[in-house]
């Protein structure tokens, strides 16, 4: 079973920058990975994912804001998130899972996630 620790969440002002890591117990790189994010009284919503192949997605909220990014080598995949917004704010989490055609299959392993917070 793989263990995930993501870290390098804080408090931001709006338009600010964060770079969160997300670092895996096991092998990486066979396997899409992807970081979902969840804000209070709301579902966990998928943000981005990157390919074994290096593809990626990423969901409208966040395009041309926030790049994903992975490290084989280190077993580990960052989150760039650049001009932050308020909404935002919401613990994020880093996966381990597959993908096909474009879609992301999430795995039900889960770190204790990180916390993001913007102020206006």
């Known amino acids: 079973q793989v263990q995930l620790v993501e870290s390098g969440g804080g408090l931001v002002q709006s338009g600010g920058s964060l770079r969160l890591s997300c670092a895996a117990s096991?092998?990486?790189?066979?396997?899409?990975l992807a970081w979902y994010r969840q804000a209070p009284g709301k579902q966990r919503e998928l943000v981005a994912f990157i390919t074994s192949g290096g593809t990626t997605n990423y969901a409208d909220s966040v395009k041309g804001r926030f790049t994903i990014s992975r490290d084989n080598a280190k077993n580990s995949v960052y989150l760039e998130m650049n001009s932050l917004k308020p909404e935002d704010t919401a613990v994020y989490y880093c996966?381990?899972?597959?993908?096909?055609?474009?879609?992301?299959?999430?795995?039900?392993?889960w770190g204790q996630g990180t916390q993001v917070t913007v102020s206006s």
């Open positions: 096991g092998i990486v790189s066979i396997y899409a």
């Open positions: 996966n381990r899972g597959t993908s096909y055609s474009g879609t992301y299959y999430a795995r039900d392993y």
